[in-house]
C-alpha cells in the first residue's frame, strides 16, 4: 500500500535502527549476524521511501555513545560499513541515490573515510532520493560543532549575536529539511540523541518489529500514521488545541 497523496508523504524520514542484537539472540546467533541482517534491510527501504515519494532518508547507524560497546562489537560494526558501501555504492549511483555521510567521521580508520568520501563525490549529483548515513554521530556533538564551527566563520562576533537561522548552516543536516517522521524500530520510545535540534516538530512513530524483521508493510504503516496526523506546530489547528 502506498497510494497515499503526495502531500501527506513526509519528505523526510529519519530512521533509527533497533533491534538487531536482540533479533540475534532470540535466534541464538552471534551479534554480528543480528548487524549483518539489519544491514540487508537498507536497500529495501531506501528503494521503499524513494517509491512512495520520500525524498530524504536519514538513518541512525553508529552513535557516538557507541563506541561503549565491546570492542569484538565494534570493530564488527566498522567491518560492516566497510562492507556495506564497498557492496552498496555503485548500485545507488545506478538507482539515483544521493549519498551523504555526516557525524564526526576522525575517529574511523583512513579506509572507511576514504569510502566514505568516495561513494559521496560520486553520487553528489543524483537526485531521486538523499540518503543519509548518521555515523559517530550523536545530536548534543551536532550543536556544539555547529556553534564552533560558527564561531571559526565569525570570529569577530559573539554568539549572543547569533540567531537559529546563522546556526542551521553549520547543523550537519544542513543539506535536508527537518524530519518530519522519525520510525523507531525494536520497541524502544526515546529518540537517544539523534537529531536533537532538527526534530523539535517531528512526528515520532515507535514499533516494536525489530530492524531486521523491518518491511514495507510496517513502512506503509508509519506513513498511513503520519498521514492522519494533525501537524499544528504550536498553533490551533483543526483539533482542540491544548
Known amino acids: 500500500m502506498h497510494d497515499l497523496p503526495p502531500a501527506t508523504v513526509p519528505q523526510h524520514v529519519a530512521i533509527i535502527m533497533d533491534g538487531n542484537r536482540r533479533w540475534a539472540a532470540k535466534r541464538s546467533l552471534p551479534r554480528a549476524l543480528g548487524h549483518a541482517s539489519g544491514a540487508r534491510r537498507v536497500r529495501q527501504v531506501v528503494e521503499a521511501c524513494s517509491a512512495r515519494g520520500v525524498r530524504y532518508l536519514t538513518l541512525f547507524a553508529f552513535s557516538t555513545e557507541n563506541w561503549q560497546r565491546p570492542a569484538d562489537e565494534v570493530s564488527s560494526l566498522m567491518g560492516l560499513l566497510v562492507h556495506y558501501l564497498q557492496k552498496e555504492i555503485s548500485n545507488m549511483h545506478a538507482s539515483g541515490v544521493c549519498l551523504k555521510v555526516v557525524g564526526d567521521l576522525s575517529r574511523f580508520d583512513q579506509r572507511l573515510q576514504n569510502l566514505m568520501a568516495t561513494g559521496q563525490a560520486l553520487t553528489a549529483h543524483n537526485t531521486k532520493i538523499t540518503l ?24 569577530d562576533k559573539t554568539v549572543a549575536s547569533m540567531d537559529e537561522a546563522a546556526l542551521r548552516p553549520h547543523l550537519s543536516m544542513a543539506h535536508a529539511p527537518d524530519p518530519e517522521l522519525l520510525i523507531r524500530t525494536g520497541g524502544e520510545s526515546r529518540i537517544s540523541n539523534f537529531m536533537l ?16 524483521d523491518f518491511s514495507t508493510s510496517v513502512l506503509d504503516e508509519a506513513l498511513q500514521w503520519f498521514s492522519a496526523r494533525d501537524r499544528r506546530f504550536g498553533a490551533s489547528g483543526s483539533r482542540l488545541a491544548c
Open 197 to 212: 535540534w532538527q526534530m523539535a516538530y517531528t512526528e515520532l512513530f515507535f514499533t516494536d518489529t525489530l530492524w531486521p
Open 132 to 155: 543519509t548515513i548518521a555515523a559517530n554521530y550523536g545530536g548534543r556533538w551536532d550543536m556544539m560543532q555547529a556553534v564552533q564551527a560558527w564561531q571559526a566563520a565569525h570570529p
